[in-house]
């Protein structure tokens, strides 16, 4: 089975992150964007080995906190890196089934297409992605990565576009780009971790650039 890693960016989400790491087997770095909620000490508590937490001395963003754990996944010898919310969004049982396709399937890029998404405008973008590159859900946070296909793309990635655009690199390269469904629920009272909501939707809008 190919050795599969989980990458969790979280920014004060200690509450929700501390009922998925009880379910989590798989090896997890969390990437902690200078939370205030007292989350570091809390997972270092926890004193479990299969858990590594990378805090941030100042607070980046969602995209450069995951590249920032891009980073640091392509020095080791995983052969794939999950990314995984740590909203609550997803399913943990999903990572299971995931890390079995990995093993059973040739891929480069595996996305984690959720059954329910927040907003209409990730709605909106999914049908675009669909229909010029053959993508379900884009925005989806629960993807699967080959290291050393990252490794070769990330110095192109940016920043303003939610990673968007490591799919569309991904597709100039010819990669292998699949999709299985996964769960996912709407949370109530949910938090924008990138900006308010107006913004956000015009962030999203923004990606359709990289294909139109």
Same mark, same amino acid.
């Given at each position: 089975?190919?050795?599969?890693?989980?990458?969790?960016?979280?920014?004060? $989400?200690?509450? @929700?992150?501390?009922?998925?790491?009880?379910?989590?087997? *798989?090896?997890?770095?969390?990437?902690?964007?200078?939370?205030? +909620?007292?989350?570091?000490?809390?997972?270092?508590?926890?004193?479990?080995?299969?858990?590594?937490?990378? @805090?941030?001395?100042?607070?980046?963003?969602?995209?450069?906190?995951?590249?920032?754990?891009? *980073?640091?996944? #392509?020095?080791?010898?995983?052969?794939?890196? #999950?990314?995984? +919310?740590? +909203?609550?969004?997803?399913?943990?049982?999903?990572?299971?089934?995931? $890390?079995?396709?990995?093993?059973?399937?040739?891929?480069?890029?595996?996305?984690?297409?959720?059954? @329910?998404?927040?907003?209409?405008?990730?709605?909106?973008?999914?049908?675009?992605?669909?229909?010029?590159?053959?993508?379900?859900?884009?925005?989806?946070? /629960?993807?699967?990565?080959?290291?050393?296909?990252?490794? $070769?793309?990330?110095? *192109?990635?940016?920043?303003? /576009?939610?990673?968007?655009?490591?799919?569309?690199? /991904?597709?100039?390269?010819?990669l292998l780009i699949k999709s299985i469904p996964v769960n996912s629920k709407i949370l109530d009272n949910r938090r924008s971790r990138v900006g308010n909501e107006i913004f956000v939707n015009l962030k999203?809008?923004?990606?359709?650039?990289?294909?139109?």
């Open positions: 089975m190919s050795k599969v890693l989980v990458l969790i960016p979280c920014f004060n $989400e200690k509450g @929700s992150l501390l009922k998925i790491l009880k379910k989590i087997k *798989q090896k997890v770095i969390i990437m902690d964007d200078c939370s205030t +909620d007292g989350l570091s000490k809390e997972i270092k508590k926890l004193k479990n080995k299969n858990f590594t937490i990378i @805090s941030n001395k100042k607070n980046y963003g969602y995209e450069k906190n995951l590249l920032i754990g891009f *980073q640091k996944v #392509i020095k080791t010898s995983y052969d794939y890196v #999950i990314t995984f +919310d740590a +909203d609550g969004e997803h399913d943990t049982k999903d990572l299971l089934r995931m $890390e079995k396709y990995l093993a059973l399937n040739k891929v480069d890029l595996l996305i984690g297409v959720r059954k @329910s998404k927040n907003r209409f405008i990730e709605k909106l973008l999914s049908f675009f992605f669909k229909i010029f590159l053959n993508i379900d859900d884009p925005l989806s946070g /629960f993807k699967a990565y080959k290291i050393n296909r990252l490794k $070769e793309t990330i110095a *192109q990635i940016r920043t303003n /576009f939610f990673l968007v655009d490591i799919l569309t690199l /991904f597709k100039r390269k010819k999203i809008l923004r990606c359709l650039k990289l294909i139109l």
